[in-house]
């Protein structure tokens, strides 16, 4: 499974309706700003205060122009880290949800023989755990959408390489997938 380009994700209508600019624009622009040369965050920071693109537009562009110009890969930071992402609504509450994440056994049900240590839950809000013995880690951020509909977002960080990205962008859409049929039993 290829993991897609921020422009590949984000239409160039879509982005022309928020921002003003299309891709082909924003890039013109920023070339002729020096923004290669420039840190992730002086790139957005930019955005903002030059031409007040919101805060996640502004972090868009800034992503898909790195992507564009060989700064950094689909799936790396800026800090130059691997990240897989995945998100589901569940039809559970947001506590319900840390529970299944936090209690081993519930956990076990939709997620066996994983690699995985707690670090910390704020029941119905956020989770965070260390994954394969620590050599990366998850974090669950949990945003109610109603009393029992919840939007949940993980990700995956401190992955070894692009490579692993793709594999664990499939493995947490499945494993999101069998813990939403779970819940919603």
Known sequence: MAVKKITEKLSDQ???EETGRGWAAWFAELDAWGATGR???DIARHLVDAYGVSGWYAQSVTVGYEQERGMREVGQSC???WQASGSRTVHASAERITEAFADDTLRERWLPHADFSLRTHRPGK?????WDGGSSRISVYLTP???DKTQVGLGHTKLADADA???YKAFWKE???VLKSLLEE
């Not at 956020?126 to 260390?130: E, G, I, M, N, Y």
Request: hydrophobic residues 40%.
């Open 165 to 167: 990205v793709a594999v």
């Open 14 to 16: 879509a982005l022309t």
């Open 175 to 177: 494993r999101l997938g």
């Open 39 to 41: 840190t992730h965050t």
């Open 126 to 130: 956020s989770v965070t755990a260390d």
């Open 79 to 81: 800090e130059g880290d």
């Open 145 to 147: 959408k109603g009393a």
